[in-house]
């Protein structure tokens, strides 16, 4: 295996499948750093595909190895689309709590099903990377609704011909565009997003997560503060270990850390040694790499 691409050839390719990504949502989730990584390379330039990337694709070949990847023309759901939890994250210079409430039924709290739990570097090195968890907020948001989808165990018992539609609530608005369109380009927003799209998958469940304002997202927010007057100390659900219970999140937090961090520190070099902008004429390994023209894949490689 040749282990060096050509940028701009995996510029077309990662076309190609933002085309299929139109039609397969389980694709999208997966694009995000794909297209991270094009953008900010020299599209001349032959070059080895880091690790994170690697894997990416690794992970959408083993899904298309599963069989073809195929869209009901009229999915069938199992119940109506109803609120199955709230959720909400605090970070707090190093104190970082998460905590979610399960409400199907319009349960009250003192009936529901609820987490509070915190987060440090060992269970979540992640929310640390620059030192300030805050700055990962929408991330730790999102990963709190991946966590209720767990904890909550929500899933289709419908067969395989249906699938469970429900609702989540976050006072998160970007979060519920992020899950809406399936597509982001922030690290590790995107791999959050990537591991709630394939734990949805797996579960056969549909998640609509809705925005609320943060004064109607009040008991959500109480159990990031320690405030669990409203709730039931019985009905609390202890959030343990949850590695193996991820499919992708450890591994491609790992390496996508690597990925940003050496894009983060290209764009810094560039800026200060006054190189060219992604895209047009620069230097790979300090030789020039010139665009030439050339036939695409539409040419070469034609469908």
């Known amino acids: 295996e040749n282990p060096m691409v050509l940028v701009r050839n995996f510029s077309e390719i990662l076309g190609r499948l933002s085309f299929a990504g ?175 799209s394939e734990q949805l998958r797996v579960r056969e469940v549909e998640l609509l997560l809705d925005w609320v304002p943060r004064e109607q997202n009040v008991e959500a927010d109480a159990l990031t503060n320690g405030e669990f007057m409203a709730f039931d100390p019985a009905r609390r659900i202890e959030v343990g270990p949850l590695g193996d219970k991820f499919i992708l999140l450890n591994d491609m937090m790992e390496t996508g850390a690597l990925l940003y961090d050496s894009m983060d520190a290209a764009k810094a070099a560039a800026k200060v040694e006054g190189a060219f902008a992604p895209g047009s004429q620069s230097t790979v390994a300090g030789k020039p790499a010139f665009k030439r023209k050339r036939d695409g894949l539409r040419i070469s490689d034609p469908w």
């Open 22 to 196: 139109r039609a397969i949502d389980q694709l999208k989730p997966f694009l995000g750093p794909l297209f991270a990584w094009a953008s900010a390379v020299p599209s001349g330039a032959c070059l080895e595909l880091p690790r994170a990337i690697k894997l990416i694709l690794g992970f959408l070949a083993l899904g298309f190895g599963r069989g073809p990847l195929r869209i009901p023309s009229q999915p069938l759901f199992a119940g109506p689309a109803e609120e199955a939890f709230r959720a909400d994250a605090k970070a707090e210079g190093l104190d970082v709590v998460v905590g979610g409430w399960e409400c199907l039924g319009n349960t009250q709290c003192i009936n529901a099903r609820w987490f509070s739990c915190k987060l440090d570097k060992k269970s979540a090195p992640w929310a640390f990377r620059h030192g300030e968890p805050f700055r990962q907020i929408a991330a730790l948001e999102l990963f709190t609704t991946l966590l209720c989808v767990l904890v909550f165990d929500l899933r289709s018992d419908g067969g395989s011909d249906k699938r469970l539609r429900i609702c989540g609530a976050t006072d998160n608005f970007g979060n519920s565009a992020v899950v809406g369109k399936l597509m982001t380009t922030k690290f590790p927003l995107n791999v959050v997003l990537m591991e709630l």
